[in-house]
């Protein structure tokens, strides 16, 4: 049974690239003939991934399992926090979820997690020639390194080389590597074996001196200046971080509009709707109506339903969506939003905020009760109404019944229904996630809000980019050289 080399990735801050690099070189090395496993010991992001296994990972490794062409485990990202309400985030070890805590109480529950994490990482070890392993954050933040598990205390732990990633695009990248190995413990700063520029933009040559700067003011090795890849927005992102950077798609005529919640999660169920050629779709910010030329209405999934139900009401979008109905317009609810379509929704026990219950949207005849357990789990089936095939998967807490429930959206392969539908055919919801990336239920969905397909396919199209990524990257990392550093 092979034994890993392994090597780490790590960068001085957030979103460097770090998740997109590991992806690329994961399909890299996967084109060489190597068996590769991508590692996050932490991450923390409510944009998550089912596994075949029944627990959830972030949706980083969720991708570079992917890039890797190996199905995702729950051993690739052990530990995964999904930041919630007051109550903190939710703490997810090896999938499954074991309670909440407050940032300054997780900094007291590293240590013990670190055992999981390290049979995790042993684990892909016996099953790979090599183990990509992805940092959080920055590399620079001394200030939490005494209960870190995430960064260089990982990698001190498990004596793993570490390559540190800047970002030239933000600015000031010299400073950001040099100062990085400033602050750093020197038994730290003695794993970095190099370091790579991120995102460079223009005439490769003009930066050298750059790369010999960085070079002198650190004793690390350059392993490359990486330009920037246009196709990185093609790919699920991370966290809702990128939802910054995102403007309207402004091709098509049919308008998707996407009510940005304070908790959103899974946002990357919109992906495949924003690369269809008929369609433009807007992310809605706080502040903003939801435009009254829209078709269809996305209340997207929600990591606290009942806080981000009354910002939906503070917003003044429950208004919106009532003119927009009466308008004709369409709405799909998916999972939070599909509870928050609901006439009640009920959080007895205080698993996502402050115990309570709430009014729903009222558009759909059922009501919603937060529960313990989560269901986690791939599905397949077929739509009700017209017998389309989809796949997707489940993951939410909370049961939800009632009359409406008698027009469910999808019938799952063993029998099950799931979602509702209103009586006027309008309003839809249902608790899975996925489904706009089965291009045959994306072209279904499409016709009934007044659309139609265009686009290549979606999963297709994935894989496509990771080719595309793991070529970009092999013309500007030094790939031996950097393979050299594992171990």
């Known amino acids: 049974m092979p034994h890993a080399k392994a090597l780490m990735f790590q960068g001085t801050g957030s979103d460097v690239g770090k998740s997109l690099i590991v992806a690329g070189l994961c399909r890299t090395f996967a084109n060489r003939g190597l068996l590769v496993r991508p590692f996050k010991p932490q991450n923390m992001s409510n944009n998550a991934a089912v596994t075949p296994d029944g627990g959830e990972i972030g949706r980083a490794q969720a991708l570079q399992a992917r890039a890797c062409r190996v199905a995702a485990s729950v051993h690739m990202n052990p530990v995964l926090l999904k930041p919630q309400s007051e109550i903190g985030a939710q703490v997810v070890v090896l999938g499954q979820v074991t309670g909440n805590a407050t940032a300054r109480a997780f900094q007291s529950m590293k240590a013990g997690l670190l055992p999981a994490i390290a049979n995790s990482f042993h684990h892909l070890k016996t099953e790979a020639d090599l183990v990509l392993v992805e940092g959080a954050g920055s590399a620079a933040e001394v200030n939490l390194r005494a209960n870190d598990i995430a960064n260089m205390g990982f990698a001190r732990h498990a004596d793993v ?264 055919g309008r309003v839809r919801g249902t608790y899975v996630h996925g489904l706009f990336a089965d291009d045959r239920q994306r072209s279904a969905l499409m016709a009934w809000f007044g659309a139609t397909g265009g686009a290549d396919s979606y999963e297709a199209d994935i894989d496509r980019v990771l080719d595309a990524l793991a070529e970009h990257l092999a013309q500007d990392i030094d790939l031996d050289r950097l393979l050299s550093l594992a171990r």
């Open 161 to 424: 080389p570490v390559v540190l990633i800047g970002d030239i695009d933000r600015g000031g990248v010299i400073a950001q590597i040099a100062g990085t190995k400033l602050v750093l413990d020197p038994a730290d700063a003695a794993l970095v074996g190099g370091f790579l520029v991120n995102k460079f933009r223009g005439d490769p040559a003009l930066f050298q001196p750059g790369m010999d700067l960085i070079a002198h003011h650190t004793g690390w090795a350059g392993l490359g200046l990486i330009r920037y890849f246009r196709e990185a927005g093609r790919l699920p992102a991370e966290d809702a971080a990128v939802l910054d950077k995102r403007t309207p798609t402004a091709g098509g005529p049919v308008i998707v509009a996407v009510p940005r919640l304070a908790h959103i999660a899974n946002f990357d169920d919109l992906d495949p709707l924003r690369f269809e050629p008929s369609l433009s779709v807007a992310m809605i910010e706080p502040g903003q109506a939801l435009p009254g030329n829209a078709n269809l209405v996305i209340l997207p999934g929600s990591k606290a339903t009942l806080s981000d139900l009354a910002d939906f009401r503070r917003n003044g979008w429950d208004i919106d969506l009532h003119a927009h109905v009466r308008r004709g317009g369409r709405v799909l609810g998916l999972c939070g939003g599909f509870q928050m379509l609901g006439q009640t929704v009920a959080d007895p026990d205080g698993l996502e905020g402050p115990a309570g219950a709430m009014p729903g949207l009222g558009w759909l005849d059922v009501q919603t009760v937060l529960t313990q357990g989560k269901v986690l789990t791939q599905v397949h089936g077929t739509s009700v109404a017209d017998a389309v095939p989809f796949r997707g998967y489940e993951m939410h807490t909370g049961r939800t019944g009632g009359p409406g429930c008698a027009r469910p959206l999808l019938r799952f392969a063993d029998g099950r229904l799931d979602g509702a539908i209103s009586a006027d």
